[in-house]
């Protein structure tokens, strides 16, 4: 069958993309080489529905950052060496994209796109009548030096003329809003809360979508690896996988960071490398009730059910799937430095460990929509938001494609840029 859209990967983009375009009445199919949907970095990501965090994470001083961090094993953003071939001309992008004006410009549209998507993600939700482990007390950022208090000022007083809503709290306030906060109520200066953003489990959402999703006819073949596209006059007609051959009107590669390898062969370069990140996830963990970044420590710890998440960590180290101890004992440190009291006794054996690639842009802002190629688009570059991004992404590239016609801005996303 001849699909009006087929989309490589069944992750957050892609299974976003494929409701959003079976919305509108499209016939859609999903390509996934997992075994499953949702199983690669939608997996146990840090749960959060942040549009505060718009900002990409070249932000000024991060190459300093980053060749500090060839010498320190337990820096929380690593630059391995082994790395530096295949990031080389991607890195002098994402440092060139650091200077305040195009890290302003990614931020405002970033955050534009995340302001609007959380909306639609709250109304697909509904919706389906989904049960994913949400809360909606909003979330928390604390800061423990004056300095830090400062910097997430500033960006919150420039966000705040587009509609941004933040409290800044002090310590007292900060520790009645998350009271398992306050035994190192004395180490903090302050927090901004976010009432806007919220928590919930992203591979629920994937799990949800994906019943929609077949309950609708959308054909979802997993296992099934895309090697390649099919090719007619220079215009794509369909993706090629080992066993068979799928033809489709429009194909869309939203296969997260390995997009970029994927759609090479076709004279497309995306400017977009995988940024590995951790979890540790422990069952049957109650007390905390928001959502908290501590920017210090680059860490986050979300309360989903009855689990609690510690997400955080940036590797520049290509595709690597390992799960080092010396990298995962860092991140529980984190979490006993945020909760004392809740993570006594823990050790690395009580969590499950997981990794995922942030599929990162160099200038900061996602990949969404046609490519030069007739056939082919995109939706992929999400980075650190692809849960906050995936639900505007999806409705902005399903009206790029069908209608032409956006309720958001989508020319700072334009694959071609
Ligand atoms: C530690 C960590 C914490 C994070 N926390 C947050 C957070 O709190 N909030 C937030 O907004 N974002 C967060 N993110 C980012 C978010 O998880 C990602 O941006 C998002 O999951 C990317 O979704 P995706 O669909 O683009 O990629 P993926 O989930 O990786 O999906 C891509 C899919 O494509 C498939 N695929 C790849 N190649 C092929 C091929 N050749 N053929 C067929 N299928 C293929 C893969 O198997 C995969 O299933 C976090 C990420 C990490 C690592």
Not at 9 to 26: H, P
Not at 31 to 36: D, H, K, L
Not at 135 to 154: C, D, P
Request: aromatic fraction near 8%; hydrophobic fraction near 40%; charged fraction near 20%.
């Amino acid at each position: 069958m001849v699909a009006d859209f087929q989309i490589i990967g069944g992750g957050l983009m892609g299974l976003s993309t494929a409701y959003a375009l079976q919305k509108r009445g499209a016939s859609v199919r999903i390509i996934e080489a997992r075994e499953g949907v949702g199983l690669e970095t939608s997996y146990a990501n840090a749960g959060m529905l942040h549009a505060f965090n718009a900002a990409p994470w070249n932000r000024p001083g991060v190459t300093r950052q980053l060749l500090s961090s060839l010498l320190d094993p337990s820096s929380a953003m690593k630059l391995r060496a082994n790395a530096f071939p295949s990031i080389f001309k991607w890195g002098i992008e994402f440092i060139a994209a650091s200077r305040p004006e195009p890290h302003w410009h990614a931020t405002k549209n970033n955050y534009a796109l995340a302001d609007t998507s959380i909306k639609y993600a709250d109304a697909w939700c509904a919706e389906l009548n989904m049960q994913i482990d949400t809360s909606k007390n909003g979330l928390l950022n604390i800061a423990r030096s004056e300095r830090e208090f400062a910097a997430a000022r500033k960006l919150t007083e420039k966000l705040e003329p587009i509609g941004f809503q933040v409290h800044a709290l002090n310590v007292a306030e900060t520790v009645a809003k998350e009271p398992a906060l306050a035994p190192i109520a004395d180490q903090l200066v302050g927090s901004f809360y976010y009432p806007d953003d919220y928590s919930a489990d992203a591979f629920k959402f994937c799990k949800a979508l994906e019943k929609a999703l077949i309950d609708n006819e959308c054909e979802i073949i997993t296992g099934s690896k895309a090697s390649g596209f099919l090719r007619e006059y220079g215009t794509v007609i369909g993706v090629k996988t080992e066993a068979e051959s799928y033809q489709a009107q429009t194909t869309i590669v939203a296969a997260g960071a390995r997009t970029a390898n994927l759609v090479r062969p076709l004279g497309l370069k995306l400017a977009l490398r995988p940024v590995k990140g951790y979890s540790l996830t422990f069952q049957n963990l109650p007390g905390p009730v928001l959502p908290v970044i501590d920017d210090n420590l680059h860490a986050a710890v979300t309360p989903l059910g009855n689990r609690l998440r510690v997400a955080g960590t940036a590797e520049f180290t290509g595709f690597n799937p390992s799960l080092p101890r010396h990298r995962l004992a860092p991140l529980l440190g984190m979490l006993q430095s945020i909760y004392p009291e809740h993570s006594q006794g823990l050790t690395l054996d009580d969590a499950t460990p997981w990794c995922g690639f942030r599929p990162m842009s160099a200038d900061g802002l996602p990949f969404i929509g046609a490519t030069k190629i007739k056939g082919l688009a995109v939706n992929s570059g999400q980075g650190h938001m692809g849960w906050t991004l995936c639900a505007g992404s999806a409705e902005l590239l399903a009206d790029l494609l069908l209608s032409n016609q956006t309720t958001i801005e989508a020319t700072a996303f334009d694959p071609m840029r």
